[in-house]
């Protein structure tokens, strides 16, 4: 069972079209929505081995001045008038054109190359194996949070890209394109807001999309991020601890070129995020590079003129995810050294990178220390994610591809989990990876697969406490069950490679549809974290 120290857990599940929910204890990829494709310049790709290289195409650094938004100020529910769904029916958007990393023809032949994968007696069998009496924790505080329906006026987005973050008083829930403040126990302070509102009084934050969301447990403050337009970064700290007083909010450029996917990181010395960029045409775009970002967090808390500084990685690699520090709180805060990154390379479903990336704003050195080869250490075969079939209807839910969702750092490792197919015995069903590394080597520590026939997972995302014990949450569907939010983990104790069983924290109650047409959306990712206690996790997710 899981000690008393991994007990407390508070997970915060999601909703995408029916709510979200808290609870207690060598291709291309896709950009985010041919909506944004513009006719660019092309340029070529950054073709180094081990360093990172100067970004072709936009700013490699600079710096910017903030503007101070009061979130009293900002009212709440303000339709947003050009959510993804009201443009959709205006016609100013095509959801059928293909978004896929490549041509469709070739993605939709790894999918079927993924239902050709062989049994793994590997794989950990969900409730059946190894762990067989172990149980999972129950569910704390547990609240409705952001609704399709009652979000802002109505309209919508899909996906909702659900993310979260903690501090010692307040949660806040993100989804494409608004965010939620409540209090620890569920009450709302601070009403559904879109980021269109928020981020008004600066004129670059328009078109936005992909959310981020951070608490930083060292200096006690809040950052909502997000892409604008696919040319820069909107990014809003807090001014104190308190999230319902003012922002600095920033708009840092990103360059000609689409830029997609960012997910952001608390750093000891700055925030740090990472993309993807594209070359887009009229009617296509092809994936460039991916590059990362320094922010200067100490002078965007102060309210000044913050520098950044940006490099672009080799073609191999793609999704660059930041290491988010936790601890402390618990004094395992790092004080010194290089901050890292989990990139997937050569888009293989096996193998991933480790990057440090030491002092930004001076040496400046973005070095590849190792790559692991998930599929070797684990000995379970892994495919591109097939799309997922639900209860009660013929169609079926994107689980996209293997990138690393989140890198989430405690006691000097790195943790991170991925969607792959997989074979636990009797056919190919989409199944959750997770992965512990060692920073100071870059190297494994441990990492497993779990999953079950017929049950399709996906979406997971972890989080690890100040004694070494990982809670991940996920979506789980099948031919006889709604898409629903569901949990496990491990105590660090626990024989390697194993979680412990998973239990339900919210059941679906209907089949999922959208205007996107089948396959639909779902993800892109969801949120688990861990609050400054070092002890409860939250969790948000959909169903």
């Known amino acids: 069972m899981f000690s008393s120290h991994f007990a407390r857990m508070t997970v915060l599940g999601a909703v995408v079209l029916t709510g979200l929910w808290l609870f207690s204890r060598t291709a291309q990829p896709a950009p985010e929505g ?126 909702p890209d659900p993310e979260l973050a903690v501090g010692p008083n307040h949660v806040i829930a993100v989804v494409n394109v608004a965010f939620e403040i409540y209090d620890k126990n569920g009450n709302t302070l601070k009403a559904p807001t879109t980021f269109a509102s928020f981020m008004s009084s600066n004129s670059n934050c328009t078109g936005v999309f992909d959310p981020n969301v951070l608490y ?78 320094a922010f200067d967090k100490q002078a965007m808390y102060n309210g000044q003129s913050a520098s950044f500084v940006s490099l672009g990685l080799p073609v191999s690699e793609d999704t660059p995810q930041p290491l988010n520090l936790h601890g402390y709180n618990q004094g395992s805060w790092p004080a010194s050294g290089p901050h890292y990154f989990f990139t997937e390379t050569d888009y293989n479903g096996a193998t991933y990178s480790v990057w440090s990336w030491n002092d930004p704003f001076g040496a400046n050195d973005l070095t590849m220390e190792n790559t692991v080869d998930l599929v070797n250490y684990t000995g379970v075969g892994a495919g591109l994610p097939v799309n997922v079939v639900q209860s009660g209807s013929s169609a079926r839910l994107q689980a996209n591809d293997f990138r690393p969702q989140d890198f989430e750092y405690r006691n000097g490792y790195g943790w991170s989990v991925q969607t792959i197919a997989c074979n636990p015995g009797s056919r190919t069903v989409d199944c959750i990876r997770w992965v ?44 006889s069950m709604y898409p629903a939010v569901w949990y496990t983990g491990r105590q660090s104790s626990d024989p390697a490679g194993t979680l412990q069983t998973e239990a339900q924290l919210k059941a679906g109650e209907i089949s999922y549809t959208a205007f996107d047409g089948s396959p639909h959306r779902w993800g892109d990712y969801t949120e688990m974290t861990i609050a400054p206690d070092g002890e409860t996790f939250w969790y948000l997710g959909q169903y």
């Not at 700013?59 to 709440?76: E, K, T, Y």
């Not at 494994?444 to 049950?455: F, L, Q, T």
Request: hydrophobic content about 40%; glycine content about 12%; aromatic content about 10%.
């Open 436 to 479: 512990q590394i060692n920073l100071a080597s870059a190297t494994i520590v441990d990492a497993g697969v779990y999953a079950s026939i017929d049950d399709y997972r996906f979406f997971g995302d972890l989080a690890v406490n100040h004694c070494g014990d990982m809670a991940v949450g996920y979506t789980k569907s099948s031919r």
């Open 34 to 159: 041919v909506a944004h494709e513009r006719a660019l310049a092309a340029y070529s790709p950054v073709n180094g081995v081990r360093r990172a290289a100067q970004p072709p195409g936009g700013p490699g650094a600079g710096a910017v001045q903030p503007v101070v938004v009061h979130l009293r100020d900002i009212p709440a529910g303000v339709f947003d008038p050009d959510n993804q769904f009201d443009r959709w029916q205006r016609g100013e958007i095509d959801l059928d054109e293909n978004e896929g990393r490549l041509p469709e023809a070739e993605m939709a032949a790894l999918r079927a190359e993924s239902l050709k994968l062989e049994p793994s007696s590997n794989v950990q069998i969900a409730g059946s194996n190894l762990l067989p009496s172990s149980a999972a924790p129950a569910a704390g505080v547990a609240f409705d949070s952001l609704d399709y329906t009652e979000c802002c006026g109505g309209g919508g987005n899909v996906p």
């Open 216 to 293: 930083d447990e060292e200096a006690d403050r809040f950052m909502l991020g997000i892409d604008a337009d696919g040319v820069g970064y909107c990014a809003a700290v807090s001014q104190t601890g308190d999230p319902l007083g003012a922002w600095n909010l920033y708009f840092f450029p990103t360059g000609s070129n689409f830029f997609d996917y960012p997910h952001a990181g608390v750093g000891r010395d700055a925030i740090y995020m990472g993309a993807n960029i594209f070359n887009c045409g009229v009617f296509s775009c092809s994936f460039s590079e991916s590059r990362v970002w």
